[in-house]
């Protein structure tokens, strides 16, 4: 799995609106989300993250907060994967390479 950092590009592999290791008696009733859903291929940018003993990372992304019972709670970092530095460099590269458009 992977370590995960602050401003970390992340993206969603498990859309589940539950947040890290939530209880089953708990259902998505009990949480809000003012940020709307998180969906699953979508890109997030990682704001903290925080690790258990035993448990995976928990992070909490820009702009998708969730609530229980109105205390922020985390996402489980098992739902996210993070995204390769080496293609966003690579096609900042192939962009700034290409030769200007001509303009009329």
Not at 20 to 44: A, Q, W
Not at 65 to 85: C, M, T
Request: positive net charge; hydrophobic residues 35%; proline residues 7%.
């Amino acid at each position: 799995m992977s370590t995960f950092q602050t401003n970390d590009k992340v993206v969603c592999i498990d859309a589940t609106p539950l947040p890290l290791h939530c209880d089953r008696h708990f259902t998505t009733l009990d949480f809000s989300f003012p940020g709307g859903f998180i969906r699953e291929g979508s890109i997030y940018c990682v704001t903290s993250v925080g690790t258990g003993s035993d448990s995976p990372a928990a992070i909490r992304l820009a702009g998708k907060p969730i609530f229980l019972h109105d205390i922020e709670v985390a996402w489980s970092g098992q739902r996210f994967r993070q995204v390769k530095r080496q293609r966003q460099q690579a096609r900042r590269s192939a962009e700034q390479s290409r030769p200007p458009k001509a303009t009329r």
